[in-house]
């Protein structure tokens, strides 16, 4: 029973641990798709560390976007990559990802709250079932 205790406040603090950094991620999305500071969402460096040229997702498959295929590509575009024109989109990717972050942070905020399940297993008095001998003990008359 002790190992099963000390294992679960391991993982709360593994739990707590990736919740920090998932929500420090979040905040970088945002603060870079709103291009908060020295942040620019049209440089390659910072998501992709210049190694590839990936945009958000969002951008093409965003509410209402149509991606045509650019036919035939500009001579000076690597075969590996695919050109395309999209327009028609509902909502400018960018507000799209601010959107999820934050969405992402409103879940994880919430999901961390302690919650109380039927009949109260919160931790105020909650006290788990206690260890039952399986010897059955009879009273001893002399």
Known sequence: MLQEDEKEGGDTVEYAAWLVMWMTWNVFIICF???????????????????SMHRSWWMENGPGCRVTPITPPPSWAPEDHR???????????????????????????????????????????????????????????M
């Open 33 to 51: 798709y709103l291009e908060v500071g020295d942040l620019s969402r049209d440089s390659d460096l910072v998501l992709t560390f210049n190694l």
């Open 83 to 141: 050109y395309i024109s999209i327009s028609g989109c509902l909502m400018d990717f960018q507000f799209i990802e601010v959107a999820h972050s934050s969405l992402q942070i409103l879940l994880a905020s919430i999901e961390y709250q302690p919650v109380d399940f039927i009949g109260g297993f919160d931790s105020y008095g909650y006290q788990g079932p206690q260890k039952t001998s399986h010897l059955q003990l009879q009273p001893m008359y």
